[in-house]
């Protein structure tokens, strides 16, 4: 086994504990104090080692010896992960605010970038200021967004190495090998998802928030780049601000969850209400007697599936659960097929040139 291959494992290990850490972030962010204890503790053994070794008495390593001292205080102390947890919770808050006053110090201070792009950053110096306020004010949503933020962080890691390793893996075929590893993964995270249908349908307004605000963000960002301000920046505006008020009020996901039911209800319903208008159009015209009344069978479905679901809102939740975990499924088995066919190609490009060399070698 290649040292390329066991840095696509690798990678593909880190997305299975992003994934994992994603579903538990509360628990994911309380885990960071013991990482803190045993990072200062690593970090002032390995100081100490190196400036004994190397007769270097100085304040790095002073500041080893201090590591360790910390590292040893965080292992015996009872509760000191906890407080290790509080003072990163507040670190943090203190680094949002610190970090939207010197950003819009700096929109101050170059004007010269233009009217745009100025206002860009007060407004997101202004965002991150409320954004550290509400951290103080909640706590515990920062330290759920730290822990997702965590899980984000392993997956990118991991899907960054699957790339280093794969760019060299197997010759010329590392997009192959890219392709198939992130559809296996993508694959076994929908056989997961399939187990827990109901927190699939849950997480969908979570990830429909941060959607809003992210297409706000880029959205205002284009446009002040272009200088266009018509109706799509108006629509990017507004994007933010539902994305903002999503992260903001509490039970915004739940409350986004219940409006996502009663979409898919009422889709049903308009559905099944059109595919009965189409067949009866059809009809007149003078189609086939089986295909204008299929239509109308599933128009009558559709209906009856809506009302169903206006009913049994729970029992379309757990569908839409399902969907979600097919749909990873079946980008995942498109993901491999596609590498596959990078596969196939560089086979026959190879082939090509190779019989393209053999026929100038016979002139």
Request: glycine share 12%; charged share 5%; aromatic share 12%.
């Amino acid at each position: 086994m290649s040292l390329f291959t066991l840095i696509v494992i690798l990678g593909v290990l880190l997305i299975i504990g992003g994934v994992s850490l994603l579903a538990t972030p509360l628990i994911t962010f309380l885990s960071a104090g013991y990482f803190i204890i045993i990072l200062f503790f690593i970090h002032g053994v390995f100081g100490i080692i190196q400036g004994i070794s190397e007769k270097r008495y100085d304040k790095d390593f002073f500041f080893a010896v201090v590591s360790l001292v910390l590292g040893i205080i965080g292992f015996v102390v009872p509760g000191a992960a906890a407080m290790n947890n509080s003072i990163l919770l507040y670190l943090a808050a203190c680094w949002f605010i610190l970090q939207g006053v010197l950003t819009i110090v700096e929109a101050v201070k170059n004007k010269a970038q233009g009217t745009g792009m100025t206002v860009l950053g007060v407004v997101l110096g202004v965002l991150e200021i409320i954004a550290g306020g509400y951290s103080f004010a909640h706590p515990t949503m920062l330290a759920v967004g730290m822990g997702t933020l965590i899980g984000f962080y392993f997956v990118l890691t991991g899907i960054n190495t699957i790339m280093t390793g794969s760019a060299r893996c197997i010759g010329g075929n590392g997009l192959t090998v890219m392709f198939t590893v992130m559809g296996v993964v993508t694959i076994i995270g929908g056989l997961a998802m399939l187990v827990t249908p109901l927190l699939n349908f849950l997480s969908l307004g979570h990830c429909i928030i941060i959607l809003f605000f992210l297409n706000g963000v880029l959205g205002i960002f284009q446009a002040v780049t272009e200088k266009r301000y018509g109706k799509e920046f108006g629509f990017a505006i507004l994007s933010l601000i539902l994305g903002i008020i999503g992260c903001a009020v509490p039970g915004a996901a739940a409350m986004t969850n219940s409006v996502l039911l009663f979409l898919a209800a009422g889709w049903f319903l308009v559905h099944g209400v059109l595919s009965i208008i189409k067949a009866l159009q059809k009809k007149k015209q003078g189609a086939k007697t089986a295909e204008w009344v299929i239509g109308i069978v599933l128009g009558v479905l559709a209906l009856i599936l809506g009302a169903y679901s206006l009913a049994h809102p729970a029992l379309l939740a757990m569908s839409l659960g399902f969907l979600v975990s097919f749909y990873f499924i079946e980008s995942g088995a498109n993901m491999i097929f596609v590498g596959s066919e990078f596969s196939k190609a560089i086979a026959l490009t190879r082939a090509q040139q190779f019989a393209a060399a053999n026929a100038a070698g016979k002139h």
